[in-house]
């Protein structure tokens, strides 16, 4: 999903992958589940403690779920 | 997979905040001490929040707060620049302004930006468009029924009245369809309806309490929409692809 950040997002794959709701998914990571549908919308870019904690849940790393969109590097 | 949602429930300080929000109303006919009431129950919370005290929202709800906060910040604070210009004018005529309607004013536009900002984070902005023009049809539809009670023939009343809210219900689908065409056509009808309710004279009079309260009232959710069905939305974007 296209984020209004320059971030495409592949939360909603893993969890769907993994057979969680956003509500489990949003249990484990200690959120609540607006703020995951608001990640998986693109609406919201969560904090470097979030994101890891996401990641943590699926055991990849935190790129797996978020990637800057290509030609956006300032270098 | 199907998302099972947990019944929406209040919090207690959501509860607690509401209650002296309606208590502080309810007691200032007696006295408008109590106003003070409402205050706290209006700001309480967001300041304990603030302080680390209440812990009952997640980072991205504290974020919406806080966007909220600050574009009712900054529509309050244009309003005020208004409302000043025209009460140092005024004051040169010997005209003076009450001013528990131009804080009331102040608060409603800064509570009605905030409340906008906040739906536009939780349901994004076409979504929230299209509830706004429901909610604000089905309203004005309510009060055009019950306006028409113990009128001499209330079937035309009502007709003739309801003629001006049904086009919101048709925008709200049409903004379901096609959301640049309507913001279009939401935007136009807030300039037209500015005109008519005449804006002109509201800027040389800003305080003229009701017709204000009418043009915020009428013309906010109508700009709010048109510009929010104008935004490019995420949820309009294709899901990406699984990464290799």
């Keep these: ?75 | 997979m199907g998302e099972t949602k947990r019944r929406w429930r209040p919090t207690p300080a959501g509860l607690i905040s509401g209650a002296l929000v309606g208590l502080g109303f309810g007691l200032s006919g007696v006295d408008w001490g109590f106003i003070a009431l409402a205050g706290l129950g209006a700001f309480g919370p967001g300041v304990l929040r603030e302080l680390g005290w209440l812990r009952d929202r997640d980072e991205f709800q504290l974020e919406a707060a806080r966007r909220a906060g600050y574009h009712g910040f900054l529509a309050a604070g244009i309003l005020l620049f208004v409302i000043v210009a025209q009460v140092e004018r005024a004051a040169t005529g010997d005209v003076t302004y009450a001013a528990g309607p131009i804080v009331m004013l102040v608060l409603g536009v800064m509570w009605f930006t905030g409340l906008l900002s906040s739906l536009f984070a939780y349901w994004g902005p076409r979504r929230t468009a299209r509830r706004v023009l429901l909610i604000f049809g089905g309203v004005w539809l309510l009060f055009t029924v019950l306006s028409s009670i113990g009128e001499e023939e209330p079937g035309l009343a009502l007709l003739m009245q309801s003629l001006i809210v049904l086009p919101f219900f048709g925008l709200a689908w049409l903004g379901g369809r096609w959301p640049k065409a309507a913001g279009i056509v939401l935007l136009a009808c807030t300039v037209f309806f500015a005109h008519f309710f005449g804006l002109g004279r509201l800027v040389d009079d800003p305080l003229s309490h009701g017709r204000t309260v009418a043009m915020v009232l009428f013309l906010g959710p109508l700009a709010s929409a048109g510009l929010a069905f104008l935004q490019r939305d995420p949820d309009d974007e294709p899901e990406s692809p699984l990464p290799a």
């Design chain 1, 1 to 75: 999903m296209k984020s209004r950040y320059d971030i495409t997002c592949h939360l909603k794959r893993h969890r769907l992958l993994a057979e969680l709701t956003q509500q489990d998914l949003a249990d484990r990571v200690g959120a609540t589940r607006q703020t995951i549908h608001a990640i998986e919308k693109g609406r919201y870019a969560p904090s470097v403690g979030l994101a890891l904690k996401l990641a943590a849940v699926f055991e990849v790393a935190v790129e797996n779920l978020f990637t800057l969109d290509e030609g956006e590097d300032d270098g």
